[in-house]
Each structure stands twice: as C-alpha cells, then as structure tokens.
C-alpha cells in the first residue's frame, strides 16, 4: 500500500509510496490533510510543508527518537530490507534519513562557487570546522578526510584540462555519538553535478563492466562508463597529482577500519544525484573487495546506501550482484524527477514486450535497492523536482518544517552553480 497526500496548497502537492523494484504495481489510497485549524494526522504518518531550497543556518540532527535509535539501528540501516517500515514511514527511520540527507547537503554548503577565491570548486573551510562552519555542530561526527573526483573527460573551448575537484568527505561518529548511536558509524558522501567536465560524465551512458575486484573480474557486472570513470580516474598526467577518488576512498576506509577493530561497526554512505551514484559504487567496491570483513570471527560489518534523487547505475547484473553481497540501498526520489529515470528512460527494469520480458533485457539500466517515493512539484520553480532542500524538508518533523520555512532565504544552489560556472568557463551548453 502507499499513501498520498495533498497539501492546501493548490500549487503544491506530495506523495509517499514504497515499493520493492523486484515486485509489480503498487495501490494508492487517497488521505486528504485537514485544515490547520484541525488536529493533524499522527506522527507516524509523513508529514510535510514541499518548500524548495530551504537553507537553514543552525541544525541540530539530535530527535525525540534517538534514544530508542542504538537498540534498533540494524533495522533502520536496512538488515531486513526495511520491511514494515515505510508504510507509513516510521518515525526513527525518517529522522535517519533527514540525518544523512543533512550530511550530503554540507558538501553543498561548504563548496566554494566564488570563481575569485582560491579555494573555487573545492571545499571553503578545513576538516576541522567544516561540520560546524555549515550548521552542523551538533552532529556527533568528525571529518577524517576529503575526497576528491577527476573527470576524465577534457572540453576543448574551455582550453584546460579536467582535474580533481572535492566531492565529498569522510567522517566518523566521535565516542560519544557512538552510545546514542549504538555503533561506530563511517559516513561516506558526496555531492550531485556541479562542474561542466562532470555533466560530460554523466552523458556517458554506455554501459562497461566494473571489474573492480582484479582477482574477479566479474565481465557480465557492468554499470555506466561515465560514474566509473569519474570514480577510477585520476590525475596521472600531473608529477604530484591526486590518485583516483576509488583509491582514496578505501585508503582512508581500510585506515578507519582498522583503527577501529573490534568495536561495532557500520558503514553508510549517501550521495544526492551523480553522488548516489558513486556512493553505490563504493558500496558494491568496498562488499566485492571484502574489506567489511575485518575480522573472519565477527559478522560482515554492513553497508548502507541512502541515495537522494539518484539515476541507474548499471545492468541487471549489478543489481544480483550487489544483493548477493548483503549491500543495502534506500532510494529516495521525486517521482517527477527527471534525473531518477536515467540512464535507461525507456528500455529499463521495468521494459517488456506483450507482457514478456525480451531476452536481452539483463543488458538494460536496473534500479538497485528499495524505493521511497515522494511526489512533489513546484509549478513556480521546476528545479525544485531535484533539489536536495526539499527532499530534505519533507522528512523533517512538523515542527521544524514550519521552522525552515520561516528561516528559507531563497537561496538555489542548483541555479547560482549554473550562474557562477557559465560566468567562469564562458561556457552555454
């Protein structure tokens, strides 16, 4: 079952609706919101005001739910494949959801789009302050190291040459978040598009086998040559250049790993747009190479992905093979995003011919993971249907929607990226 909601606004509009890409259509049933002067629905049920590029100054990501969190925290990272969870959404899992999103939105926070400064397309503050720096003081977590992406594709009016530009960052939960938390958590994310080289990247949609794993090369896991470029390509052309973002990646996580041996562990990783993407690469990376299994005695340390408004990666393949791994993944989308229904708009997953499946149909783009759908649209602002902000407002509780909303300054940073990009590179696509 799923459920819609309408808002009072006319011009505005959501829906919350779970479904398995393994299994057939879903119902909807209708829940109309009543007026403000009448109670609202309970707290289980999702509720939500769709504001487009909230920015708030100050978050705290501490809820009334933490402290049942540490007892039930395998559930929400999807042991069961949140299995009666999202319908309706349950209240822990949301405010985790939120939690990560804040996460993902810092790397747009604290990117540099200033073409005068010296720190432009990278991060404007150190590891050290850069959490707070963004609103994220109170989070529990330090930044142990920032990743950084390359491109491998070169645009010839820009006359320069694709180099590595900060993507996202590592971060790990200090000791006293682990006792809220009930585990060690490793935070991995990265940002969606922003440089004209990466848009490029993403228009490389042919699909290529991963071979990530040399001992296995696994010919038949393909995912899309673009996302695999931008996670394996480094900058072999400069004497002291960056290594590629996949090998700094598990240079700090087997760094963090074994610091942290012996203690409860997890993973997570989340990404919005192209950075889901290359969140569920390293999450396949990291499960294929084993490096969750520190210890032969102890479980599989897991691995979550929570991917904000993310594309397909790869073929069908990928999809088994990530599943057989024990690799989790939460998509969460607009189902008016465009960008969620890349690569593969028509021949995907879902592509039959009379009701059969044709036989080449395991070289298509498949979703991996479970769906958390939403449905809002902003008739004012179409950008809206991507925006990181919204996705974020929706899952906040009543009360710190109505808190975002009064402190939204306006600001769209898919818009003023555009802006200040075209302004530097002279470039109009």
Same mark, same amino acid.
């Not at 393994?22 to 109670?39: A, I």
């Not at 609202?40 to 999702?46: C, F």
């Given at each position: 079952?799923?459920?819609?909601?309408?808002?009072?606004?006319p011009?505005?509009?959501?829906?919350?609706?779970? &479904?398995?890409?393994?299994?057939?259509?879903?119902?909807?049933?209708?829940v109309?919101?009543?007026k =403000?002067t009448?109670? !609202?629905?309970?707290?289980?049920?999702?509720?939500?005001?769709?504001?487009c590029?909230?920015?708030?100054p100050?978050v705290?990501?501490?809820?009334?739910?933490s402290?049942?969190?540490?007892?039930v925290?395998?559930?929400?990272?999807?042991?069961?494949?949140?299995?009666?969870?999202?319908?309706?959404?349950?209240?822990?899992? =949301?405010?985790?959801?939120?939690?990560?999103?804040?996460?993902?939105?810092?790397?747009?926070?604290?990117?540099?789009?200033?073409?005068?400064?010296?720190?432009?397309?990278?991060?404007?503050?150190?590891?050290?302050?850069m959490?707070?720096?963004?609103?994220?003081?109170?989070s529990?977590y330090? /930044?142990?190291?920032y990743?950084?992406?390359?491109?491998?594709?070169t645009?010839?009016?820009?006359?320069?040459?694709?180099c590595g530009?900060?993507?996202?960052y590592?971060? /790990?939960?200090?000791?006293?978040? !682990?006792?809220r938390l009930?585990?060690?958590?490793i935070?991995?994310t990265?940002?969606?598009t922003?440089?004209?080289?990466?848009?490029?990247s993403?228009?490389?949609?042919? $699909? &290529?086998?991963?071979?990530?794993?040399?001992h296995?090369?696994?010919?038949?896991?393909? /995912?899309?040559?673009?996302?695999?470029?931008?996670?394996?390509?480094d900058?072999s052309?400069?004497?002291?250049?960056?290594?590629?973002?996949?090998?700094?990646?598990?240079?700090?996580?087997?760094r963090?790993?074994?610091?942290?041996k012996?203690?409860e $562990?997890?993973?997570?990783? #989340?990404?919005?747009?192209?950075?889901s993407?290359?969140?569920?690469?390293?999450?396949?990376?990291? #499960?294929e190479l084993g490096?969750n299994?520190?210890?032969?005695?102890?479980?599989?340390?897991?691995?979550?992905?929570?991917?904000?408004g993310?594309?397909?990666?790869?073929?069908?393949?990928f999809?088994e093979r +990530?599943?057989?791994l024990?690799?989790?993944? $939460?998509?969460?989308?607009? /189902?008016?995003?465009?960008?969620t229904?890349?690569?593969?708009v028509?021949?995907?997953?879902?592509?039959?011919?009379?009701?059969?499946e044709?036989?080449?149909?395991?070289s +298509?783009?498949?979703?991996?993971?479970?769906?958390?759908?939403?449905?809002?649209?902003?008739?004012?602002?179409?950008?809206?249907?991507?925006?990181?902000e919204?996705?974020?407002?929706?899952l906040?509780?009543?009360?710190?929607q109505?808190?975002?909303?009064?402190?939204?300054?306006g600001?769209?940073?898919?818009?003023? #990226? =555009?802006?200040?990009?075209?302004?530097a590179?002279?470039f109009y696509?």
């Amino acid at each position: 079952m799923a459920s819609t909601l309408h808002l009072p606004n006319p011009r505005t509009h959501f829906s919350t609706s779970y &479904t398995d890409f393994c299994h057939g259509p879903t119902n909807f049933s209708l829940v109309s919101l009543p007026k =403000r002067t009448q109670k !609202v629905i309970s707290p289980s049920k999702l509720r939500s005001v769709a504001s487009c590029s909230v920015v708030v100054p100050t978050v705290s990501l501490e809820s009334d739910n933490s402290s049942e969190l540490a007892s039930v925290w395998r559930e929400i990272q999807g042991s069961n494949n949140w299995e009666n969870l999202l319908e309706p959404l349950d209240p822990i899992l =949301r405010d985790e959801i939120a939690r990560y999103g804040e996460f993902v939105n810092a790397c747009y926070k604290a990117f540099d789009l200033n073409p005068n400064s010296k720190r432009y397309l990278n991060c404007k503050y150190g590891k050290k302050n850069m959490l707070t720096q963004v609103g994220l003081s109170n989070s529990g977590y330090e /930044v142990t190291k920032y990743i950084y992406a390359t491109p491998d594709v070169t645009i010839p009016i820009q006359n320069q040459s694709s180099c590595g530009r900060w993507i996202g960052y590592v971060a /790990v939960a200090s000791d006293s978040e !682990v006792q809220r938390l009930g585990r060690r958590d490793i935070v991995i994310t990265f940002r969606g598009t922003v440089t004209n080289p990466e848009w490029m990247s993403n228009f490389m949609s042919s $699909l &290529t086998p991963a071979r990530l794993d040399p001992h296995n090369p696994r010919p038949h896991v393909m /995912v899309e040559s673009g996302f695999l470029s931008l996670y394996t390509s480094d900058e072999s052309d400069c004497k002291f250049g960056l290594g590629s973002c996949r090998e700094q990646l598990l240079s700090e996580i087997s760094r963090i790993l074994y610091k942290y041996k012996g203690e409860e $562990l997890s993973i997570t990783l #989340a990404g919005h747009s192209m950075g889901s993407s290359l969140a569920l690469l390293l999450a396949y990376d990291i #499960a294929e190479l084993g490096l969750n299994t520190v210890d032969i005695s102890n479980p599989k340390i897991p691995i979550t992905v929570f991917s904000f408004g993310g594309p397909r990666v790869g073929n069908l393949s990928f999809k088994e093979r +990530c599943e057989e791994l024990g690799t989790k993944i $939460l998509r969460v989308v607009n /189902v008016n995003d465009p960008i969620t229904k890349l690569p593969g708009v028509f021949i995907n997953e879902n592509f039959k011919v009379f009701g059969y499946e044709v036989p080449w149909s395991c070289s +298509c783009y498949v979703h991996v993971g479970v769906q958390l759908a939403f449905d809002f649209f902003r008739m004012l602002n179409p950008v809206c249907v991507h925006d990181l902000e919204t996705y974020i407002s929706i899952l906040r509780p009543p009360e710190r929607q109505e808190e975002a909303a009064q402190e939204a300054i306006g600001f769209n940073f898919i818009e003023k #990226a =555009r802006e200040l990009l075209f302004q530097a590179h002279n470039f109009y696509p």
